[in-house]
Structure formats: C-alpha cells, structure tokens
C-alpha cells in the first residue's frame, strides 16, 4: 500500500474477515510475530487515560456478556441475505498494527487494484455479486449483531508490523473496501483481522506459508502480548498439551470438548461432552471475550466447589454483573487451583487470572453462567502459550511467563 500510516485492526481470532487472499502468497521466510495490543494499553487507539481499573473491568465484564451475541445466528435477517458471523471492531479485548492510510483512499495505493466480476475470485464466494452496469464485484456482509459492511473486493499488498522491526508484506490479498458500514464498528480501528477456520480467514490465506500454524501469548492485567506465525507459532516442549478442536457451523469457530473442571483436587465432570443438535465439541476458545461463561446446569456447582474453599465472607459485586466476590485488598484470598479438562489436555489456569479485582475493596470470580453458548476466555488463557495448528486440527496449551516471551 502507498502509505505507511500505522493502523490498527481489532483481532478476532473466531471471525470470518473481509481481508483474505484467494491466489499464491509467496513463502515468508521462517515465521514472524507481530505485537497483540489490549484495548486497555496505553497503545491502544481505544485507552482512556480517566478511566480507573476498575471501571475497564467493568467494561470488560459487560463486553463478556454482549459478545455471546456474536457466537449466536443472525436469525432475525433476511433468508437471502449473505451472513458470516463476526465480532465488531470494538467489541474484541486486542488489536494490531498494520500500514493503511487512516481512513483507506484506494486511489493512493500504488498496488490496489479492484477485483472485476468476471474474476473467480468474485464467482466462488457467497457474499460477492455484480449488481447491473457494475464491472467490479461488489461484497456484501451482515453479521449477527445487526452490523453489516458493504463495499468493493479488491487485492492490494497488507503489511504487517512484526516485532523484529522487520515488517511483513502479504501481496495479492483480498481486502474487502467498505463505503457503507453501520452497527458496532468503531472509528478508532480501521478493520477486522479473522483468525478463524472460515476459508476467508487471514490465516486459512496464508495456509502453507505459515505450515497452517499460528499462536498467541495473553500477559494478565491488560497489557500486549504477541501473535506468532509459522516456525515461531509452533507450543511443544516440556508442559506443551493438545486437544483436537472441531470447525462447526458457520465453519468460522474454534470449538473444543471440556470433560471436566477441578476445583483443588475436587473433578466437577460436565453434564454432556457435546453441543445441542450433535455437534462436536462444546466451548468456543475466544481471544476476544473476557471472562469465560460455562453451562447454566453446571456453573452453579463449580461456582460452590471454589466458593467452599475460601475462608472469606461473599460480598455483593457493585456492578452486580458477576456472582462470587469477596471484600479483600490483597491479592491472594487463598483461592484454590483451578484445571480445564479438555479432551487430551488438562490445563492448570493462572491464580492471578481466576479472580478480577472490581474495586480497590473488592474482587470477583471471573467466571459466569451462560444459557446458551460456552466461551473459554483470554482471562482463563493468559500466562500459557496457546497455538493452532489448522493442518492436524489441534489447540496446544503450554504454561509460559508472557511477559517474557
């Protein structure tokens, strides 16, 4: 692209994204990693510097529970309409650099160039139509939040910061221009990233040049992490443990199966190991929801199992959006230790993470029940190295000091 203004896109790992690559992408040389900005870090185009700790919590809390309306069908549009389900850019918890004009003016790029329709790349999608006296394809996505994006498919070269300084230009990709957007997107982002396992995504493109591989490491408290690509995406190693994870309907999301949660050494066995209608798996691994939300008929009993084992009085949360808090200045309220059981992979959650300070007084649970869909959250995944691996289908977890990596 003509300009090197750095932007930022908000990074969704379960969306399907309107920036992709239908042709080959010249091999990159090893991996790459790029900089994961928290929406609350002072690099983040979305930092308020009034805002207190614990009214970004607060925040935090609210985007939890709202996101779930992300995960869910966009019954309420037309039948006809085209529909990929995906997060809004202000709706995610991380984003990330790359060089686009602030607000993108193709005419600028010296390598854009708009997609015509009698192009496959226009003839093989869902969501692409040649509207009459129209001689470029046109894109036109509705989403289940009742945001939708319209606009022109065109390919232009994305450039990706990366953290050696080094940046990473990905030629021939797929943008989708948009020239009417409406709903939850933000004018402090400039697009989505999809990191999911629709043929749309950014890492389903970069396929064989990344060896399908891509990993993240969550630092705790709102600060960046990382987002590692090919060789340096690869979780093995002494601790390293796998599960398979499925793609189901809309073929966008990561599900897994969690058999159980343990509290101590006490094993709460989940009711089912599937989700309704028969699909497999029955949690969604998000990096952009918070908090993670377990079944309704299994949540109360977990929530008893870690509330037994704290020798504090339960006190009511003051935005009364999370269920077991406790009056306490100090960090540690000997809360137990907690293990996700995923099918093939036990994986031993932060201390730091399984309770939010809320207030200077008060700290909470930082779990909720959820009715209709499971979200393991970024919360539940920081401080472990968490990889993906599209070609033999596997999540690998690995306890790691982020902070470090």
Excluded at 108 to 131: N, W
Excluded at 248 to 277: C, H, I, Q, W
């Amino acid at each position: 692209m003509a300009s090197d203004h750095s932007r930022v896109v908000s990074l969704a790992a379960l969306a399907i994204v309107f920036v992709c690559s239908f042709c080959v992408i010249e091999a990159l040389n090893g991996g790459f990693s790029v900089d994961l900005i928290h929406r609350d870090s002072p690099d983040s185009p979305l930092y308020n510097p009034s805002e207190t700790p614990s009214q970004r919590i607060a925040k935090a809390v609210r985007r939890s529970i709202n996101r779930v309306n992300h995960f869910k069908p966009a019954s309420s549009l037309s039948p006809n309409a085209p529909v990929a389900t995906m997060t809004s850019s202000n709706s995610g918890d991380y984003f990330m650099n790359y060089s686009i004009d602030p607000i993108f003016d193709p005419n600028r790029s010296r390598t854009y160039k708009a997609v015509a329709c009698t192009s496959s790349q226009c003839e093989s999608q869902d969501y692409t139509s040649c509207p009459r006296n129209e001689t470029t394809c046109q894109y036109s996505m509705s989403y289940g939040d009742q945001s939708f994006t319209k606009g022109e498919l065109a390919v232009d070269t994305l450039t990706l910061g990366s953290t050696t300084g080094r940046p990473v230009s990905i030629p021939k990709t797929i943008i989708g221009c948009g020239h009417n957007n409406d709903g939850t997107f933000s004018e402090q982002g400039s697009g989505i990233v999809g990191l999911g396992t629709g043929a749309v995504s950014l890492v389903s493109q970069l396929g064989s040049s990344i060896d399908g591989k891509f990993s993240y490491c969550l630092v705790p408290g709102g600060a960046s992490g990382k987002l590692n690509f090919g060789s340096d995406a690869v979780v093995s190693g002494s601790g390293a443990v796998s599960t398979p994870f499925f793609s189901n309907d809309p073929d966008n999301f990561y599900f897994l199966t969690l058999e159980a949660m343990s509290v101590g050494s006490k094993r709460l066995e989940l009711s089912n190991s599937s989700t309704s209608g028969g699909s497999e798996g029955n949690i969604i691994i998000d990096s952009g929801t918070t908090l993670t939300l377990l079944p309704e008929d299994f949540y109360p009993k977990f929530e008893a199992a870690v509330a037994n084992q704290i020798d504090l009085e339960p006190t009511e949360d003051p935005s009364k959006l999370l269920s077991l808090c406790y009056n306490s200045k100090s960090v540690d309220i000997g809360a137990p230790s907690i293990t996700a059981h995923f099918t093939g992979a036990d994986v031993n959650l932060s201390p730091a993470t399984t309770f939010i300070r809320v207030t200077e007084e008060v700290v909470c649970f930082a779990f909720l029940s959820e009715q209709s869909i499971s979200i393991f959250g970024n919360l539940a995944q920081s401080d472990l190295l968490v990889g993906y691996d599209l070609v033999v289908k596997t999540v690998s977890f690995k306890p790691t000091d982020c902070t470090k990596f």
